[in-house]
């Protein structure tokens, strides 16, 4: 056995590793509502059933789960999966988990904004069309979407239903013409005052900070999206192939 084989693990590692797992299997739906009990679930994962109660305790922690005596460990909430290989509107992404809706916050014409300018390949100082909307599954509140749209398209675009509809399949049928794809970044940001309350968390909760920026299939940029989405309640999925050609790394031994 090699060194690395031999070393015995905190107790906190192993629950963090059983809790990974045991998420993974409550958002794939491998428990309708009730978790097996903490001896199997140490039978199954080889762990003590100290190691079983810390890790369910983190998943307790993150809202995922409920505990209690002679009651046993129940699945209270769940996260959506928002894929990372296809260029979705929401309301495609999430069909099949019930219906989304959309509160229309702002819908106006204003000056770009210089950052937002080179994004969009505008000239400083031009209109830009912009779109901020609150989105629903069901009653939940999943993301706050802040949108800047090229204001030929844009224009066009205000006098559609915003609230029903997706804005890449407006976009769509404004141009006749299909979306190509889009350039993202996403990262970990903490809820202000005014986004917690608009998402229905607590402030400085996890969220996700989405920034797409998609172009129509002849390569013109259109639409800069800023998405926070709650980090409770959606986890961003995709499929990656490992480029062929050396990466420059060797192995060492």
């Not at 106006?108 to 901020?132: F, H, K, M, N």
Request: proline share 5%; charged share 30%.
């Amino acid at each position: 056995m090699s060194d690395v084989a031999r070393l015995r693990q905190p107790r906190s590692d192993r629950a963090r590793q059983v809790s990974d797992v045991l998420r993974r299997q409550i958002h794939g739906g491998a428990y309708e509502s009730a978790l097996p009990g903490e001896q199997d679930l140490a039978h199954e994962f080889g762990a003590s059933r100290n190691t079983i109660r810390a890790a369910l305790s983190l998943l307790k922690d993150e809202g995922l789960i409920d505990r209690a005596p002679k009651v046993g460990t129940h699945v209270v909430g769940r996260k959506y999966e928002h894929g990372l290989d296809a260029l979705l509107g929401l309301k495609e992404t999430l069909r099949g988990y019930g219906e989304v809706r959309n509160e229309l916050r702002a819908a106006s014409v204003i000056t770009v904004p210089p950052a937002v300018a080179r994004r969009l390949q505008l000239d400083p100082g031009s209109p830009v069309v912009y779109v901020e909307r609150l989105r629903y599954l069901g009653d939940l509140p999943l993301s706050l979407d802040q949108t800047y749209l090229e204001p030929e398209i844009g224009t066009e675009l205000l006098e559609r239903d915003l609230e029903c509809n997706d804005v890449f399949a407006l976009i769509e049928e404004i141009c006749d013409r299909p979306l190509g794809g889009a350039d993202l970044g996403l990262e970990a940001v903490t809820a202000d005052a005014h986004s917690a309350a608009l998402l229905q968390t607590s402030e400085h909760a996890a969220l996700l900070l989405l920034e797409r920026l998609t172009a129509l299939d002849d390569g013109r940029p259109v639409d800069l999206e800023y998405i926070r989405m709650r980090g409770d309640r959606i986890t961003m999925r995709g499929s990656l192939a490992r480029r062929p050609e050396p990466t420059g790394w060797e192995i060492t031994t």
